[in-house]
């Protein structure tokens, strides 16, 4: 059975709760704060519903992880790192890349990233959890990533890309920061092919909240409901960052 969550308290039941069909669906209801979205996080749950229902909270066995050190590189897109002429920036354009990741894509016939959803995740960008990727060729966004930072994990929530293996373009180099800060894992959520390629598995969800207390239990969390990033994404304020092969 469902569960239904109350705006107060911000309370999820156990995940193991989650429906079989659809797989990983946890509860409706609830809010859409920076509370309760990070209250969400630390738990393995995640935020997934259309405009025309209520907020759906998911938390689906098995899960897509990236671990960093797992990261695969074909041999055409190390080429297009090394030579693409494009540029990688992070936080420089956030909205920005929330929009362009709502954009409507072939074959689907709407977005899950509603006005409420872009408002949300705007909200905890300006308090220094949500951040982003960007791809640029020249003046130009070609490509984007954004998700949540708490401790060492990346909760992915969503790419775009309009030139070809951009959105990998900023995978690796989300990877490379993560893995020159202490990064452990990237949540990526549902299986795709697409993460399968760059190395993403799918691990039983016992597994995956397992490590993710692990990773959040760390010395500088444990006394912390909401601990801020302990790795840094390189701040693209004020400089670009050029492509380079990642090995």
Same mark, same amino acid.
């Given at each position: 059975?469902?569960?239904?969550?109350?705006?107060?308290?911000?309370?999820?039941?156990?995940?193991?709760?989650?429906?079989?069909?659809?797989?990983?669906?946890?509860?409706?209801?609830?809010?859409?704060?920076?509370?309760?979205?990070?209250?969400?996080?630390?738990?393995?749950?995640?935020?997934?519903?259309?405009?025309?229902?209520?907020?759906?909270?998911?938390?689906?066995?098995? !899960?897509?992880?990236?671990?960093?050190?797992?990261? &695969?590189?074909?041999? =055409? @897109? $190390?080429? *297009?790192?090394?030579?693409?002429?494009?540029?990688?920036?992070?936080?420089?354009?956030?909205?920005?890349?929330?929009?362009?990741?709502?954009?409507?894509?072939?074959?689907?016939?709407?977005?899950?990233?509603?006005?409420?959803?872009?408002?949300?995740?705007?909200?905890?960008?300006?308090?220094?959890?949500?951040?982003?990727?960007?791809?640029?060729?020249?003046?130009?966004?070609?490509?984007?990533?954004?998700?949540?930072?708490?401790?060492?994990?990346?909760?992915?929530?969503?790419?775009?890309?309009?030139?070809?293996?951009?959105?990998?373009?900023?995978?690796?180099?989300?990877?490379?920061?993560?893995?020159?800060?202490?990064? !452990?894992?990237?949540?990526?959520?549902?299986?795709? &092919?697409?993460?399968? =390629? @760059? $190395?993403? *598995?799918?691990?039983?969800?016992?597994?995956?909240?397992?490590?993710?207390?692990?990773?959040?239990?760390?010395?500088?969390?444990?006394?912390?409901?909401?601990?801020?990033?302990?790795?840094?994404?390189?701040?693209?304020?004020?400089?670009?960052?050029?492509?380079?092969?990642?090995?």
């Amino acid at each position: 059975m469902l569960s239904w969550l109350p705006a107060r308290p911000v309370r999820f039941p156990p995940v193991s709760h989650a429906l079989r069909d659809p797989e990983g669906l946890l509860a409706a209801g609830g809010e859409l704060t920076p509370e309760w979205l990070l209250a969400a996080y630390r738990h393995g749950i995640f935020p997934w519903y259309s405009d025309d229902q209520p907020i759906l909270w998911w938390c689906p066995n098995p !899960r897509m992880v990236l671990f960093p050190d797992e990261l &695969r590189i074909a041999r =055409s @897109l $190390g080429k *297009r790192l090394r030579n693409g002429g494009l540029l990688v920036t992070f936080d420089r354009a956030f909205e920005t890349v929330v929009r362009a990741c709502a954009a409507p894509r072939k074959g689907q016939p709407g977005t899950w990233i509603t006005e409420e959803m872009h408002a949300a995740y705007v909200t905890l960008h300006r308090l220094g959890y949500a951040r982003s990727v960007e791809v640029w060729r020249g003046a130009e966004l070609v490509g984007g990533l954004y998700g949540v930072a708490m401790g060492p994990v990346f909760f992915g929530e969503s790419m775009f890309s309009r030139a070809s293996d951009a959105s990998k373009v900023a995978l690796v180099h989300l990877v490379r920061a993560m893995r020159a800060g202490g990064g !452990r894992l990237i949540d990526c959520q549902m299986h795709t &092919r697409h993460l399968a =390629s @760059l $190395g993403a *598995r799918d691990i039983a969800r016992t597994e995956f909240i397992n490590y993710l207390e692990s990773c959040l239990a760390t010395p500088e969390h444990k006394d912390s409901q909401y601990p801020l990033p302990c790795w840094g994404l390189p701040d693209g304020s004020s400089r670009v960052e050029p492509l380079t092969a990642l090995t």
